[in-house]
């Protein structure tokens, strides 16, 4: 594993390693849009492992390829070339009906727009994971999860009868669930005030070191960042730095340091 704090790296090299606890590896990854010679990579010869049971946070300045990252490491879109392994996964060899399987029952996602189904109570939106995966739904599992984070006695309602932080922490629950290899979150704050904000990632937060959920998540906010153990970011589709046990100063810095060298 890579000791320092912040470094620079080639083209190609891993950034933050843990070869033993390994939830998510990315090798060589490149992602172009469109075709031909002119075809923008929006991730470009990105290989990177994030460990199981961390929080990692995804930054770097707009249109740098946060969410192409994400939706690559998640399986929500395919790269033009190279790897992505999730939980021993190479999810390249999966057809896309065993890959929705996979994203089903093996990954969650929290969405900045919350991403909640209107027509369905509280309760029936977390089960949404297990029903549509053919599992029961066990009581015990579905109290505990809303007890943990903090919905008991909203189970009966409507999306719309909740505020925006009662929201995410729905589509938190429905993402624990399953209790996935790992909980992908982009922008899981946009769209709060800082006070929710603060109350998701101390939820967040939570679900790594309580439950031993692996969290990797987009963001623009260096104070959301400061929660999370390690920050990656990148620049121009690269992964060019690592930033572990991030201060809301350091990443600000870097940040800064990356908008100009643009
Ligand atoms: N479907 C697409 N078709 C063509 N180009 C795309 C597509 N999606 C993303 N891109 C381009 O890929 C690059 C990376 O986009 P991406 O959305 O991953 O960046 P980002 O860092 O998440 O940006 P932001 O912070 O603004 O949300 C950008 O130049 C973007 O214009």
Redesign the pocket.
Same mark, same amino acid.
């Given at each position: 594993m890579l000791g320092a704090r912040s470094r620079n790296k080639p083209p190609g090299a891993p950034i933050g390693v843990d070869p033993s606890r390994t939830a998510v590896r990315l090798t060589r990854v490149t992602k172009r849009? &469109?075709r031909g010679p002119d075809a $923008?990579a $929006? /991730?470009d010869d990105v290989s990177t492992s994030i460990a199981a049971g961390g929080f990692t946070a995804v930054m770097?300045? *707009? &249109? *740098?390829?946060? *969410?192409?990252?994400l939706?690559c490491a998640a399986g929500l879109d395919r790269p033009t070339s190279g790897t992505v392994q999730l939980g021993g996964q190479v999810l390249g060899e999966l057809d896309e009906k065993r890959l929705t399987r996979f994203r089903r029952t093996r990954v969650g996602f929290v969405f900045q727009a919350f991403n909640l189904l209107p027509s369905l109570t509280v309760e029936q939106n977390i089960t949404l994971p297990l029903r549509l995966a053919g599992a029961g739904t066990d009581h015990d599992s579905v109290h505990g999860v809303t007890a943990a984070v903090g919905l008991t006695g909203l189970l009966d309602r409507r999306p719309s009868q909740l505020s925006g932080g009662q929201q995410q922490r729905v589509a938190i629950a429905r993402a624990l669930i399953t209790r996935p290899e790992v909980i992908f979150a982009d922008e899981p704050t946009g769209a709060l005030d800082p006070d929710t904000a603060d109350g998701i990632l101390t939820l967040l937060r939570r679900a790594v070191t309580d439950l031993h959920q692996t969290v990797v998540m987009?963001t623009?906010d260096p104070v959301a960042a400061q929660r999370t153990d390690q920050v990656l970011f /990148?620049a121009e &589709?690269r992964l060019v730095r690592r930033v572990e046990s991030p201060s809301a100063a350091e990443v600000t810095s870097v940040m800064t340091e990356l908008r100009r060298s643009r």
């Open positions: 849009y &469109g $923008a $929006a /991730l770097g300045p *707009s &249109g *740098s390829g946060k *969410s192409t990252f939706h987009v623009h /990148l &589709g």
